[in-house]
C-alpha cells in the first residue's frame, strides 16, 4: 500500500506523454501504452488488497493512511495532501481498475482511426487520474482537484469528435451542467468547514455526530447541498442532460463515463458521507423524490426512442436512480450490490450495442434492423442474457433479490408511491430492452449490409456475463464500521418477490403483443391521441431542452444583448459630451478683444463680492 499514490500518478503521467507526443507516435504503440497503464494501475490494486487482507484483524477497521505533503497553509486552515484507503475507497479501487482494464481492451479492438486511439486513451487516462483522486484522497478540499478534473476529463470525451459543431456544443453543455452543481458542493464544503472547522473527512464524521443534532437546519443545508453537488455527476433529474450527450463520443468513452467513473464520483461522495447523510431525514427524503422522477423520466423517453444509443443511455439513466433508492432507506450496504449490477450491466449493455452498430456498418435506427438472431446468434444470446438482468428475472439474477429488496424497503418505510414507481421502473426498463431485441433481432431483415466482428470483441463481455446472475449478489464487503449497514426485514419478503415476478411477466407479455406480434387492436390503441401525444411528448425528452432554453437561455441572451452596449459608458458618454459642450462655450469666449477680457474680469469681481457679503 505503499505504492498507493501511483495509482493517480501513473494515468495522470501517461495522460501528458500522450497529450504532448501522441501524434507522432504510432496506433499500436498507443494502445500498447494506455492499456499498459490500466495494467499497472491493476497491479498497484491488486498489492493493494493483499496488503490490506493480510493486516485486516476481526472486528477492526483498517485504514491505511500515507501523508505526502503539505498542500498549503493560511493560518490555522491547512490542507495536507494524504491519501486514504480503507474498505469502502479499496471496493472503488478495484471497481475501476477493473472495468478500466475490460474497456480500454475492448477500445483497442474497436477503434480505428489513430485520432480517436490516441485521444481516447489520453483523455480516459485524465479521467481516471480524476476519479482515483475522488476516492484516495481523506480532505474535500483536495477531492475538488480529482471533481473538476472528472468534468473536465467529460468534457473532451465528450468533444472528441470536435470537428462537428454539435459535438462541440455538447461538450460544452456536460461542462456546463455540471458546474452549476459543483458551486452547492462547494457552499457545502464551506459550511461544513464553518460548523465543524474541518475538512478532514473522517473528523468531519466525527464532530459532526458529537456536536450537531439530527435533523437540524445546519444538517439538513450541508447534506442537502453536498447532495445537489453529486446529482450531476450522478446524472439525476434535472441534471441529467450531459448523460444524454455522452451519446456523441465513441462507444468505449460511453463505456467509461456511464458505468464506471463519472457515475463513481457522485456515489462515492454520498456513501463515504453516509453518516452525515442518516442525520437528515429530509434530504433522505427529497433523495427518494428526485429518483422517482428520474426513473419516470428516463424509461418513458427509453421506450419511444429508435437510436440504439439514445434508448441506451436512458436505460442505464433510469437505472442508477434504484442506487439513489437505496441510499434513501438507509441500505448503505445494498447499494454497493446496485452499483456493482448497474456497472455490469451497463457495461455489458453499451458494448453489446457498440457491436452491434458495427456490425451493421454504422446504422443505429432499430426501426432500420431487424432478423439479426441468424446472422448473429452470439450478439442474440448476449442481450438475452442483459434483458435478464434488466428485467429482474426471478430467482436468476441478481438484480432480483437487489431491486426487490431496494422497493422492498421503500415499501417497510410507508413509500407506497416512490415503491410503486420503482416497479413501474422495471417494467418499463424491461419493455425496452424487449423492444430492442424484438425489433433488431426478431423482426424480418431490413438492414442487408451486415459485417461479422472477431470473437476477441466478446471476450470483455464473456467476462462480465457471469456477475448478474444470482451467483453474485450480498458480497462480504470490507466495509463494517465504515458505512452503516442496516437488516432487511424479511417478514413479507416473498409475496413481495412474487409481486415483482408477476411485474417481470407482464412486462413479457405487453412487449410480445406490442413488438413481436403487433395486431390491429394494438395500432389502434398506438393511434389514439392521447398515446400519441405522450410519444411526441417522450420523443422530445418532456420538452425539457425547451423549457431550459425559455427558462435561462434566452433571458441570458437578452441581458446579453442589453448590456453589449455598456449602459454605464453611455451614461459616461453623456457626461463627457456635456463637458466638451461647455468647455467649446468657454472656448470661443477666448477672442482676443481687451474690452471682453476687462469686462469679464469685472463681472466676476462683482460676482465674488456678493457672494462674501451674502454668504
Known sequence: MNLLY????????????LVFMGRHIRSIDVIIFGNSTMLLIALITVFSCIDFNSNTVPDMTLVYTRSLWTWFSVGDFVVPLSLTLDGLSLIFLVLTSFFGILIYFFAACYLKSRQDIYTFYAYSNLLVASILTVVLVDNLFVMLLGWEGVSISTYLLIG????????????????????????????GIFLLYQTVETLNIHDILTQAHENLAIDSDIIFWITFMLFLGAMSKSALFPMHSWFAQTTLAPMPAIALM??????????????????????SSDTLSI??????LTVLFASSIALVQNDIKRIVTYIN??????LFYAFSTKSWDLSLNCLINYAVTSTLLILAS??????????RDITKLGGLHKTNPTLFVVFLLIMLSLSAMPWVSASFYIKGDII???????????GTIGLIGILLSSLCIWRLIFMVFYHKSKHRKLTQTSWIYYLPIFILLIFPTALFIYFPFPIQGIIPIADIDTKGRITFQLLLAAVTLLSF???????????????????TPMVKFFGRLCKSDWHFDYLLHTLFVKPYIYLANLLKLDPLAIWDNWIMLGIKKINAYIVSLENGHIRWYMVSIVIGSIMILMLLIFI
Open 6 to 17: 501511483l495509482a493517480i500518478i501513473i494515468p495522470l503521467i501517461s495522460f501528458l506523454i
Open 160 to 187: 472528441i469528435y470536435y470537428q462537428q459543431a454539435r459535438n462541440g456544443y455538447a461538450a460544452v453543455k456536460a461542462f456546463v451542467m455540471m458546474h452549476l452543481t459543483d458551486i452547492f458542493l462547494i457552499i
Open 258 to 279: 456511464q458505468c464506471s467513473t463519472v457515475i463513481f464520483a457522485g456515489v462515492y461522495l454520498v456513501l463515504r458521507l453516509s453518516n452525515l447523510f442518516m442525520m
Open 287 to 292: 433523495m427518494m423524490l428526485i429518483s422517482s
Open 317 to 322: 439513466l433510469a437505472q442508477i436512480s434504484y
Open 354 to 363: 457498440a457491436i452491434l452498430i458495427r456490425n451493421c456498418q454504422g446504422e
Open 408 to 418: 422492498w424497503g421503500l415499501m417497510a418505510q410507508d413509500s407506497l408511491m416512490s
Open 509 to 527: 407479455v405487453i412487449a410480445y403483443f406490442f413488438y413481436a406480434h403487433p395486431n390491429s387492436e394494438v395500432q389502434e390503441v398506438l393511434n
